[in-house]
T-cell receptor, first 114, second 109 residues
Framework: EPEVTQTPSHQVTQMGQEVILRCVPI?????FYWYRQILGQKVEFLVS????????KSEIFDDQFSVERPDGSNFTLKIRSTKLEDSAMYFCASSEEGQENEQYFGPGTRLTVT | RKEVEQDPGPFNVPEGATVAFNCTYS??????FFWYRQDCRKEPKLLMSVYSSGNEDGRFTAQLNRASQYISLLIRDSKLSDSATYLCVVNRDYQKVTFGIGTKLQVIP
């Protein structure tokens, strides 16, 4: 069964450093998303991406965040200058055309900012 | 009022019991509704979509009440493997997805 994959599974970084989280969505999916989940809190929407551009972003997704689809398979989330409060689990998700609302999540990257 | 509200639980139920969770949403423009399941420190996994007519998948039944703006999930004959957190998800459209905090279920032998 096709699945969304994410790397790395755990990333530790120092405050102020840039991080790039990587995702490979399911191959025939066209809609891509990033979410975060701070430990013990709810899953929060960050951004959705379709047709090589951001279609929606939340108030969390400020200028420190950016997304990119650098090639035909990867979808990345960059945090330019990490803060302690960016520590969270970051989930990538994807969905296919016609089933946009049924999103399939990757296993997540645990980001720890020290 | 929160966009999506759930009782965080935990709900501790014996094996074989029937358990029901509710979720309320505040935005009447919401269009699509889902239940996801999340195991500890894992990703959310789609459990089922929720339709106004109600839908059933094995031991799981989901209902939507648009007038009262709530959705429900019923689990019959609970199994130990049902222990997880059940997330209510409400979409305005695919771009605006809101998760509830989740309801934790613990099925006890």
């Amino acid at each position: 069964e096709p699945e969304v994959t994410q790397t790395p599974s755990h990333q530790v970084t120092q405050m102020g450093q840039e991080v790039i989280l990587r995702c490979v969505p399911i191959s025939n999916h066209l809609y891509f998303y990033w979410y975060r989940q701070i430990l013990g809190q709810k899953v929060e929407f960050l951004v959705s991406f379709y047709n090589n551009e951001i279609s929606e972003k939340s108030e969390i997704f400020d200028d420190q965040f950016s997304v990119e689809r650098p090639d035909g398979s990867n979808f990345t989330l960059k945090i330019r200058s990490t803060k302690l409060e960016d520590s969270a689990m970051y989930f990538c998700a994807s969905s296919e055309e016609g089933q946009e609302n049924e999103q399939y999540f990757g296993p997540g990257t645990r980001l720890t900012v020290t | 009022r929160k966009e999506v509200e759930q009782d965080p639980g935990p709900f501790n139920v014996p094996e074989g019991a029937t358990v029901a969770f509710n979720c309320t949403y505040s935005n009447s423009a919401s269009q699509s509704f889902f239940w996801y399941r999340q195991d500890c420190r894992k990703e959310p996994k789609l459990l089922m979509s929720v339709y106004s007519s109600g839908n059933e998948d094995g031991r799981f039944t989901a209902q939507l009440n648009r007038a009262s703006q709530y959705i429900s999930l019923l689990i019959r004959d609970s199994k130990l493997s049902d222990s997880a957190t059940y997330l209510c998800v409400v979409n305005r459209d695919y771009q605006k997805v809101t998760f509830g905090i989740g309801t934790k279920l613990q099925v006890i032998p």
